[in-house]
């Protein structure tokens, strides 16, 4: 399963699309100098949050390698960097985790690189309602890829994303000689959100890249690119806004400009009910309504609720400004006034915990639990206090 042909070879990528790299720029003046020392290797792992732009960064890289222009290398405009761009490089490999051949066919895998192709602004392409993983199909084409030479000659570039996301060591066993001693002149890219999930023969055997959350003037510049991309105008006020709810994150962005609010107003009925319901609502509510849905779903829920927590600590800190949502900024000051700033900033850490554990398809009522108990009990009780007593010895 690799795209090899999408749009005309001689169209220049637009700034905003999926495959173009935005920040992360010592991570790539590192990777420029170890090429050109010639001391480049050959098996990468790319950690970082979900949306970070793992994948655009192993895209970027393969740009690096295969570039055909002048320095600074990728230069962006030769004829390899606009094929890898618009998804139609034959010797750059794309994989990702899909859901079992049984539910998804060959013709199925066609069209949905036609809407990657067509639309490449929208993350939901490979969002999939059956359980999505590697699969040992895609380990057996990657295999025969790698032992046939590059269709140009030159190197050749396989992007595994997500590739924690295995049901089994079958795959990883399936790929790991080719990890131990790359055939020449082959690089592979893998990336994953959540690196502790991969077996330490895997692990021992990448070269890791940490990329961390872009800063705000970046995101800034990406929630511009990528509203122009996708032909939309958005207010410089509105700007901010989606700058900040993605904490640093573009494919965030992504996912928020072709998102309804519903997931971010029901962020905010949540913590209004952890502010008046306590943990016990919480517990009630974790059973109630996160047994089944899929991972995206459970992931963009937890997204919503940081990103109001960030804002209520903001403003528990006396920052009113930057926020995602300053329409809520009356219930933020009412919140902030119960707020323990010890137990909300430990409740952040649950909450980011709370990611990791969905990512490792724990068990979702669970890991709501422990977050809405950490948010619910970050409030001090409306009720008054008794008057402390002291009792001589």
């Known amino acids: 399963m690799t795209p090899r042909k ?32 010639g001391t480049l290797p050959r098996v990468f792992l790319i950690t970082g949050p979900r949306g970070v732009g793992k994948e655009a960064f192993g895209f970027w890289l393969a740009r690096l390698l295969l570039c055909e222009g002048p320095d600074p290398r990728p230069c962006g405009g030769c004829s390899s960097c606009r094929k890898i761009a618009g998804l139609q490089h034959p010797d750059v490999h794309w994989f990702f985790p899909v859901p079992a051949e049984s539910a998804f066919t060959e013709n199925e895998w066609v069209k949905l690189l036609g809407k990657i192709r067509d639309a490449p ?4 392409h490979t969002r999939f309602t059956q359980p999505a993983s590697f699969r040992m199909h895609q380990a057996a084409t990657i295999r025969k890829l790698a032992a046939t030479k590059s269709f140009q000659g030159g190197e050749q570039v396989f992007v595994l994303g997500d590739y924690e996301q295995n049901p089994s060591d079958q795959v990883h066993n399936a790929l790991l000689k080719l990890f131990e001693e790359p055939p020449p002149r082959t690089t592979f890219v893998l990336t994953s959100s959540r690196a502790q999930g991969l077996p330490a023969t895997i692990l021992s055997r990448c070269r890791p890249v940490r990329l961390r959350p872009l800063p705000e003037d970046e995101m800034r510049g990406f929630v511009m690119a990528a509203a122009s991309g996708l032909g939309t105008s958005v207010s410089e006020v509105r700007v901010g806004e989606l700058a900040a709810r993605a904490e640093g994150r573009p494919g965030r962005v992504l996912e928020l400009l072709h998102a309804e609010e519903a997931p971010t107003d029901e962020a905010a009925e949540l913590l209004r009910a952890a502010l008046e319901g306590g943990p016990i609502a919480s517990y009630a509510w974790s059973l109630a309504n996160t047994a089944r849905g899929t991972r995206e779903e459970h992931n963009r829920r937890l997204d919503g609720l940081a990103t109001l927590w960030r804002d209520l600590l903001r403003v528990r800190a006396g920052l009113g400004e930057s926020l995602a949502r300053p329409d809520l900024l009356d219930f933020y000051r009412e919140a902030a006034e119960r707020l323990d700033p010890q137990r909300g900033a430990a409740a952040a850490l649950e909450l980011e915990r709370g990611r990791e554990r969905v990512q490792a398809n724990v068990y979702a009522p669970l890991v709501f639990w422990r977050v809405f108990h950490a948010l619910a009990s970050s409030f001090e009780s409306r009720a008054p206090r008794a008057p402390a007593t002291y009792s001589a010895p």
């Open 121 to 124: 602004l929208d993350p939901s």
């Open 6 to 37: 999408a749009g005309r070879a001689d169209e220049a990528p637009s700034v905003a699309r999926p495959l173009e790299l935005f920040g992360h720029h010592e991570a790539r003046e590192r990777l420029r100098a170890e090429l050109a020392l």
